[in-house]
């Protein structure tokens, strides 16, 4: 998808709710969008729901905007909750848990 000068990718988190529901005892990603030098994806965590530790092939900023997750990098544990912002390099090793039902926002950058 090309870029424009400005896209209004969701106005607000009812709109993100649509886009991407969240699946009972499933994490659900939804590939929201693709621009020069970036990508967007949206994660819907049913709580509980885990991502087992993976890598992004690029440094990623993890943005929570609905509930609270724990998230796991170099063997360190972040508790996280709405508005929280969290940087990770690129091939540097991750894992998600969900206290509750959750919403991230996850750019990767590059």
Do not use: C, W
């Amino acid at each position: 998808m090309p870029d424009a000068s400005s896209i209004l990718i969701a106005n607000g988190l009812p709109a993100l709710a649509e886009q991407n529901p969240i699946l009972e005892g499933k994490v659900s990603p939804h590939f929201t969008y693709d621009g020069t030098g970036f990508r967007i994806r949206h994660l819907a965590f049913d709580a509980g729901a885990v991502l087992a530790e993976h890598k992004a092939p690029l440094p990623i900023i993890v943005q929570v905007v609905e509930g609270s997750v724990e998230f796991t990098v170099d063997g360190q544990t972040h508790t996280m909750g709405t508005g929280a912002i969290l940087y990770v390099a690129a091939e540097n090793p991750h894992a998600v848990a969900a206290l509750e039902r959750a919403r991230l926002i996850v750019t990767l950058v590059g």
